[in-house]
């Protein structure tokens, strides 16, 4: 807790989160992967999965959201949308997101295709529900694994 916050007795506000970074985000996937899957090029998944694991070991790596933060919001194309709620379940829905599409591209190219486009798939729909709808599927798995792990330690 930060002084200031101390001797007003309250806790510091929640980090925010820019949730137009996250649909950019979002939006590249879905695009990128139904791009892949439509021209059947594995290499542009493999790009995707990559992209999506670096962004969630270094969230300021993270290349998409760059080309919000560096491109799109400079150039008012995006407005921010910044919300105070934590990053680390948005970067646990990141990183499932490519474990999930890794073990897809690790399928295209050495076991059966249908397994690997079928992986992207649930990863392109897993994404546009959360750009859509704003429900992130790996954002709830993550609060229902700090649930359980919380009934754990009592």
């Known amino acids: 807790m930060s002084s200031?916050?101390?001797?007003?007795?309250?806790?510091?506000?929640?980090?925010?989160?820019?949730?137009?970074?996250?649909?950019?985000?979002?939006?590249?996937?879905?695009?990128?992967?139904?791009?892949?899957?439509?021209?059947g090029q594995p290499w542009l998944a493999a790009f995707v999965a990559l992209v999506m694991a670096i962004g969630t070991a270094a969230p300021r790596a993270a290349l998409f959201q760059r080309l919000y933060l560096d491109g799109l919001r400079p150039a008012g194309l995006v407005k921010p949308d910044l919300r105070?709620?934590?990053?680390?379940?948005?970067?646990f829905a990141q990183g499932l997101g490519a474990g999930v599409l890794g073990a897809g591209v690790l399928a295209l190219f050495a076991g059966p295709p249908a397994l690997g486009w079928s992986l992207a798939i649930v990863v392109i729909v897993l994404a546009a529900v959360n750009l859509?709808?704003?429900?992130?599927?790996?954002?709830?798995?993550?609060?229902?694994?700090?649930?359980?792990?919380?009934?754990?330690d009592a």
């Open 132 to 152: 859509i709808f704003g429900f992130c599927a790996g954002c709830f798995v993550y609060f229902q694994l700090q649930r359980l792990r919380g009934r754990r």
């Open 4 to 39: 200031e916050s101390i001797a007003a007795g309250r806790a510091p506000a929640a980090p925010a989160i820019d949730r137009s970074a996250l649909r950019v985000n979002q939006a590249f996937i879905v695009g990128l992967l139904a791009l892949a899957f439509v021209l």
């Open 84 to 91: 105070a709620e934590a990053a680390a379940p948005h970067r």
